[in-house]
């Protein structure tokens, strides 16, 4: 049964730091692996799909990594902002079947 | 795109009575997932359709919850007869999967609506 861990469960850094959320998962027969966003009160929005073939994806200021052998995904934040705060969540998809397994998410706070 | 459309987004309601979650999946998606969000156990799959069939209902909680999707554009989730321990906030998405099979995968991204914030007293 895939299982996908999430640490740290909060972070708070001052506004310009890059950081970097991590997202582990017990079973490596992935076919993809997602980062999301979810602001309070809303749903989850997509930030980045990386297939399991590949290792990472970039899209503006974010960049998410996959080491699909060793269970692990991050996902780097650089520079910062308030508005980048949010929980944010991975979820992977294994091989054969369609849903996702999410892992409990990193809430984030970017303070000014 | 409209995106991914719930209502009624928030609801209160007594322990006891039915209630019913509706969802309106992105026009063009042929897999609609309705999911369960809670502080204690984060958000569960409870059931997902490939062209309107359930694939996978081993989600439900339990014979109070039922879930239909009679056409492409909408689907409901049934809980009946509710209790406060069904309070959570519940998603729908969808998707667009492969449509070479109900059972193989689509690398595409699944898409959220807001969510209906239920509460059971």
């Known amino acids: 049964k895939q299982e996908v861990t999430q640490i740290p469960a909060a972070l708070s850094v001052p506004e310009g730091e890059n950081l970097v959320l991590n997202c582990s998962f017990t079973?490596?027969?992935?076919?993809?692996l997602q980062w999301f966003r979810q602001d309070p009160g809303k749903g989850l929005t997509s930030l980045l799909l990386?297939?399991?073939?590949?290792r990472e994806q970039t899209s503006g200021r974010l960049n998410a990594s996959l080491d699909k052998s060793s269970g692990r995904s991050t996902l780097y934040i650089a520079a910062s902002q308030p508005g980048d705060s949010a929980t944010y969540l991975c979820?992977?998809?294994?091989?054969?079947?369609?849903?996702?397994?999410f892992g409990t998410g990193t809430r984030l706070l970017v303070s000014p | 795109d409209a995106g991914v459309i719930q209502s009624p987004r928030h609801e209160v309601t007594e322990m006891g009575q039915e209630v019913t979650l509706r969802c309106k999946p992105i026009?063009?998606?042929?897999?609609l997932f309705w999911y369960r969000q809670t502080m204690m156990r984060g958000l569960e799959l409870l059931i997902y359709?490939?062209?309107?069939?359930?694939?996978?209902d081993s989600g439900m909680p339990e014979d109070r919850f039922s879930a239909k999707m009679p056409n492409a554009s909408f689907s409901t989730l049934k809980i009946q007869p509710s209790e406060p321990r069904d309070s959570a906030v519940y998603f729908c998405?969808?998707?667009?999967?492969?449509?070479?099979?109900?059972?193989?995968?689509?690398?595409?991204?699944?898409?959220f609506g807001e969510g209906s914030w239920l509460t059971v007293v």
């Open positions: 998405a969808s998707s667009l999967a492969a449509r070479f099979g109900v059972r193989r995968d689509s690398g595409n991204t699944i898409y």
């Open positions: 079973d490596s027969a992935i076919y993809n």
């Open positions: 990386i297939q399991s073939s590949q």
């Open positions: 979820a992977v998809k294994n091989t054969g079947f369609q849903k996702l397994v």
């Open positions: 026009s063009g998606h042929n897999s």
């Open positions: 359709f490939n062209n309107n069939v359930p694939i996978d």
